[in-house]
């Protein structure tokens, strides 16, 4: 049966929580609060992390626009999300909070733009 240990993020109180397969289920200990267990047990099953890349603007006062998911993406998609981001360009004026890619990969989740881009 499988055992991980994560260092938990959710809070500063950094627990170290133990996440184990039994018979029963899943057994989480050494955690203070339930959101570190909650933490573990999604991190131990079906781990998430935001996405944040940056994509090519025509026309604008940089080349570079940084864009970051609405939401959390399953870790196993990163990869692919890359090599989508990579084919995308976007014409200057871009607004922060701009959709770039509205749901991407089919996950349900917008890739915005982290910052202004003007034109030139």
Request: glycine share 6%.
């Amino acid at each position: 049966m499988a055992e991980k240990t994560f260092t938990c993020i959710v809070c500063p109180m950094s627990c170290s929580i133990t996440v184990k397969e039994t018979p029963e289920g899943l057994s989480v200990t050494g955690h203070t609060c339930k959101r570190g267990e909650a933490f573990a047990r999604d991190e131990f099953t079906a781990p998430k992390r935001m996405f944040t890349s940056t994509v090519v603007v025509e026309g604008g006062v940089v080349r570079r626009l940084p864009v970051i998911t609405s939401a959390e993406i399953p870790k196993e998609k990163m990869a692919e999300c890359l090599k989508e981001v990579y084919q995308v360009r976007v014409k200057a004026p871009v607004k922060c909070g701009d959709v770039v890619v509205p749901d991407l990969l089919g996950l349900g989740v917008n890739l915005l733009a982290s910052r202004d881009v003007d034109a030139v």
